[in-house]
């Protein structure tokens, strides 16, 4: 059976190309591996954080993992936040996407929804400025903007942060803040020209957690549990969408398939040549259209492969983060207010160049409920005085992550060896690193004026915060190894990149509701080309 | 294998150490169990008060029954011993008959196969004749040391002694050699029996699969809450002539002439019968003592963090991850050698070594202590800000005591 479109994947991108597809009443085919978590998510009750720690005998289970893969003995791994329940997302993915590199720790998904399933949920849309560099198109990508936006459900404030931001019309209310966020914007408030004139702007995240319900999915509870299970669907994830497209005719879901290349025949049909992820079985898929969409290095990995493009180095960009964990020093003693979330509570974003050119952004989490014992190792103690230590600061600890811009250099590329695994080689350039140190830098002497006092920064490493991209980039030149603005791949007729592997640049923002406004408009297109 | 669903079964000395694991086994296996005791005690099924030494409550208590666990005993040479094990043998044996109970599973002991006989011992082999002879479905279990808990029997004892004494005091040579058993494996043993009816008319050893001598044992036990103990022991003629005064001094004496006798002939001990005709399939010792002995290593962390001694179950949880995630090294080594350096090397790990399996053992079982209901109010509520200099002190001192304790440790 032939359908109109395949679509490889199913993170962020992969969900939101299919979803304008089915919508225009294309038939779509989604090729995907598609692990998903059978162990722990049924084990988390629908409860406060706190009512759960006092009452669950089964909590060790999700808290610490059956296997204590959630208990980091050796330096630091995947990050905090990839949680025994979310441990899924990563599944094989080392084994079966394998990568190779000195400086850079790639994280890659075979699971249904992507790395989506481990997302933070910040939602900031792209500037117009932003848009160009990347390589799309400001006004078109607005009305994407708008269309995802409602789809999956937004909340936020219009503040400070809104002419830095880039514009959002539909937007829920903004969640609750704990009271850690409450008091920094309280101290923010007296200080915000002195913050705006040094180029600082703070406000609430925009997150797509819903405060107030769209169709099956509530508003989101408060119960402080976000890193551990997302009852009621409050907030979004790919695999939700993927979901609500199984129940339409026109969508067929191929799970346990990994997509090895494609090509494309003189008949104006392309096929997809996948194997079993577990298994030695070989499958063809045919279609008049492909979007792939398994994520930046993955569908590199399916180009490179495809056109035979070994050991040729393309860009390779991702945004460098580091971690300021602080004692927010007025919430020490306090407790923890019972209805909060464990997303993003506060966003930061500096302009250093006056011209939002180059913007940096900090986001400001609260620590609770990644559990005490995850932060004592941080701290240089004897254990039973670190454990009453961090008992009394708990409720004043704080995190911001600070993220940067990367754009594609000559520094930082991957190439797909002949033994199949990605080498990449990442070494921004020292101007750059100091570059990024002194805008840190800046940032913290504010957020001490908001009284949050960094006990330390720990830069986690090259290819932590998992946004990649830029490897075939948009490019109105006619080049090999790029996208053409209107995603299809170049020197291709039917092959589309519909994910961040066709991002020119990467702004400080977090690329995952751009990657979907974008993958619904290249699906939007597709289908309106198909239709002609 | 006939089911016992919905049939009913009297468990005599159903209160007793044995007695409470045997009533959760019947009940798990569908049967409807009478609990018999003298006096009335918590229990899962129906209890039913009544003494081995008056024929009429017997009557009453068989009413209705299929089957009786025949678990009631004197078992400490007491002056009524004949009265309650033997007479109470054909009390028992009358009302079976009376209310058509055919079913007896008569628990006796590897005493009753020694030669020279205590009066626990004689009273129970005269009782296993009368059973035998009675020409009702008698099944008798013969069981070697039975343990179960920190608390009970021989074993109780031993620890005790380990606990509160320099040196562990035996009753004779120390090379007399028993089989432990679990209690849940004689629990399963008779449930087992009550299943296969070719175990009927028979008598069967039940014992764990390791034989060990006395010396040995208390080796063990003392290796199982890290502390080695010398031992001291008493000659026979001595023991015995202890036990004839105590006997006379208390009524119920912590050593009997049937202990020294009991522990100082051996027996054969066979379990191959049992294993062929019933499946009987005894765990280890050293995998029943898990079960039985606090985790030292588990303990002393959680004390040493919580100053608390942590359930058996985070006991298990942590040894498990332990056992799965960690090894050893000179400093581990070290502190479980002289258990009071603890907080010193850890403290001056902090600083120096971070990484070392000293660290991640407490790192392990904070993380354990934090994710159970037990503690969570202890990690949920904030103290005082106050609490941040005194714990920082107290840090500071640990650590400058501990570096040069560290320095010791890793040179092994």
């Known amino acids: 059976m032939m359908s109109d479109v395949i679509v490889v994947g199913s993170g962020a991108s992969a969900a939101h190309a299919a979803f304008a597809l089915v919508e225009a009443g294309r038939s779509v085919t989604m090729i995907d591996v598609g692990y998903e978590d059978s162990t722990y998510q049924s084990l988390?009750?629908?409860?406060?954080?706190?009512?759960?720690?006092?009452?669950?005998?089964?909590?060790?289970?999700?808290?610490?993992?059956?296997?204590?893969?959630?208990?980091?003995?050796?330096?630091?791994?995947?990050?905090?936040?990839?949680?025994?329940?979310r441990q899924y997302v990563l599944r094989h993915a080392d084994k079966l996407t394998p990568t190779i590199s000195p400086d850079f720790a790639a994280l890659e998904s075979l699971a249904l929804g992507g790395l989506g399933g481990a997302w933070g949920a910040v939602s900031f849309p792209y500037l117009d400025n932003e848009l160009v560099k990347t390589g799309l198109d400001p006004q078109e990508m607005r009305t994407h903007y708008e269309t995802v936006a409602k789809r999956i459900g937004i909340s936020g404030d219009r503040d400070d942060l809104l002419p830095i931001r880039g514009p959002l019309d539909a937007l829920q209310p903004a969640l609750d803040a704990d009271h850690n966020a409450a008091a920094i914007l309280g101290r923010y408030a007296p200080q915000r020209d002195r913050f705006q004139n040094a180029g600082l702007y703070l406000g609430r995240s925009l997150l797509a957690a819903l405060s107030q319900p769209i169709g099956d999915r509530r508003a989101h509870a408060l119960h402080d549990m976000d890193f551990w299970s997302n009852a009621g669907g409050s907030v979004y994830r790919p695999d939700l969408t993927v979901r609500e497209l199984q129940?339409?005719?026109?969508?067929?879901?191929?799970?346990?398939?990994?997509?090895?290349?494609?090509?494309?025949?003189?008949?104006?049909?392309?096929?997809?040549?996948?194997?079993?992820?577990?298994?030695r079985e070989t499958q063809t898929f045919t279609a008049r259209r492909v979007v792939l969409a398994a994520g930046a290095l993955g569908t590199t990995r399916i180009v490179l492969r495809s056109l035979r493009q070994y050991d040729v180095p393309v860009p390779l960009t991702c945004n460098s983060h580091t971690y300021a964990p602080c004692i927010h020093y007025r919430g020490l003693g306090k407790s923890y207010r019972d209805r909060c979330h464990s997303l993003a509570q506060l966003t930061m974003i500096y302009d250093p160049s006056g011209d939002r050119e180059h913007l940096v952004q900090g986001q400001l989490y609260s620590y609770r409920s990644l559990l005490l014992f995850r932060l004592m190792k941080e701290a240089p103690l004897p254990y039973r005085e670190n454990l009453r230590v961090m008992r009394a600061l708990a409720s004043s600890f704080v995190i911001w992550v600070i993220q940067h811009e990367d754009a594609p250099?000559?520094?930082?590329?991957?190439?797909?060896?002949?033994?199949?695994?990605?080498?990449?080689?990442?070494?921004?350039?020292?101007?750059?690193?100091?570059?990024?140190?002194?805008?840190?830098?800046?940032?913290?002497?504010?957020?001490?004026r908001l009284g949050c006092w960094p006990l330390k920064t720990v830069h986690p490493g090259h290819g932590s915060s998992v946004h990649y991209g830029s490897q075939l980039p948009f490019d109105r030149d006619d080049k090999p190894l790029t996208t053409e603005p209107g995603g299809r791949l170049r020197g291709t007729r039917q092959t589309y990149i519909g994910d961040g592997a066709a991002f020119a640049y990467l702004p400080a923002k977090g690329l995952t509701f751009t990657l979907m406004a974008n993958a619904n408009r290249i699906g939007t297109d597709v289908a309106r080309a198909l239709q002609n | 294998m006939s089911s016992p669903v919905h049939q009913t079964i009297l468990v005599t000395g159903a209160g007793g150490f044995i007695g409470k694991v045997v009533v959760n086994a019947l009940l798990q296996r569908g049967w409807r169990v009478k609990a018999m005791m003298r006096t009335t005690r918590p229990c899962p099924a129906e209890v039913i008060i009544a003494?081995?030494?008056?024929?009429?409550?017997?009557?009453?208590?068989?009413?209705?029954?299929?089957?009786?666990?025949?678990?009631?005993?004197?078992?400490?040479?007491?002056?009524?011993?004949d009265d309650v094990n033997i007479e109470g043998a054909k009390r028992l044996v009358e009302a079976c008959r009376a209310a058509g109970c055919r079913r007896i599973i008569n628990m006796s002991t590897q005493s009753a196969k020694i030669v020279r006989k205590g009066a626990y011992a004689r009273t129970k082999s005269a009782a296993d004749e009368i059973f035998h002879a009675s020409g009702l479905d008698v099944t008798t279990l013969m069981p070697s040391v039975v343990y179960g808990d920190e608390k009970t029997g021989v074993f109780g004892t031993v620890l005790t002694f380990i606990e509160k004494l320099p040196v562990v005091p035996v009753l004779g040579d120390g090379q007399w050699i028993s089989a432990p058993v679990h209690v849940d494996d004689v629990a399963g043993a008779i449930v087992a029996c009550l299943d296969h009816n070719k175990t009927v008319g028979k008598r069967y050893d039940i014992a764990g699969p390791d034989q060990l001598t006395f010396d040995a044992l208390i080796d063990k036990l003392g290796a199982g809450i890290g502390k080695r103990r010398p031992k001291l022991h008493i000659p026979v003629g001595l023991a015995l002539f202890i036990a004839n005064i105590v006997a006379k001094l208390l009524p119920k004496p912590p050593i009997t002439v049937s202990n020294v006798l009991g522990s100082n002939q051996n027996t054969d001990i066979d379990i191959e019968p049992a294993r062929r005709d019933f499946g009987f399939n005894p765990v280890g010792l050293d995998a029943g003592l898990k079960r039985v002995l606090d985790d030292p290593e588990a303990c002393r962390l959680a004390r040493y963090l919580l100053g608390v001694t942590p359930s058996r179950e985070l006991q298990t949880r942590y040894a498990t991850a332990r056992a799965k995630l960690l090894g050893d090294d000179a400093e581990w080594r070290f502190v479980c050698r002289h258990p009071w350096t603890l907080p010193f090397v850890d403290a001056a790990s902090s600083l120096l070594r971070p990484q070392s399996s000293v660290r991640q053992r407490?790192?392990?079982?904070?993380?354990?202590?934090?994710?159970?209901?037990?503690?969570?109010?202890?990690?949920?509520t904030t103290p005082s800000p106050a609490t941040l200099v005194w714990q920082g002190l107290r840090a500071t001192a640990k650590t400058a005591v501990g570096i040069p304790i560290l320095a010791l440790a890793r040179r092994g």
Not at chain 1, 421 to 441: C, G, W
Not at chain 2, 63 to 81: F, N, R
Not at chain 2, 362 to 380: G, H, N, Q, S, W
Request: proline share 5%; glycine share 6%; aromatic share 8%.
């Open chain 2, 51 to 81: 003494d081995m030494r008056d024929a009429g409550s017997l009557r009453t208590a068989l009413t209705g029954c299929t089957a009786v666990v025949h678990l009631a005993a004197a078992k400490s040479d007491e002056p009524d011993s």
């Open chain 2, 362 to 380: 407490i790192f392990l079982m904070a993380a354990v202590l934090e994710t159970t209901p037990d503690y969570a109010d202890f990690f949920l």
């Open chain 1, 247 to 279: 129940t339409r005719r026109n969508f067929r879901y191929e799970r346990g398939w990994l997509v090895e290349t494609f090509s494309e025949d003189a008949t104006g049909a392309v096929t997809i040549h996948a194997r079993r992820a577990e298994g």
């Open chain 1, 409 to 448: 250099s000559a520094d930082c590329t991957c190439a797909l060896r002949r033994d199949d695994t990605l080498a990449i080689s990442y070494r921004p350039s020292a101007e750059v690193e100091s570059r990024q140190r002194a805008h840190e830098r800046v940032m913290m002497k504010f957020m001490r």
């Open chain 1, 44 to 85: 988390v009750p629908d409860a406060p954080f706190a009512e759960i720690r006092r009452t669950d005998r089964q909590q060790h289970r999700y808290f610490l993992g059956d296997d204590c893969e959630g208990v980091p003995l050796g330096q630091l791994g995947a990050g905090p936040q990839v949680t025994p329940p």
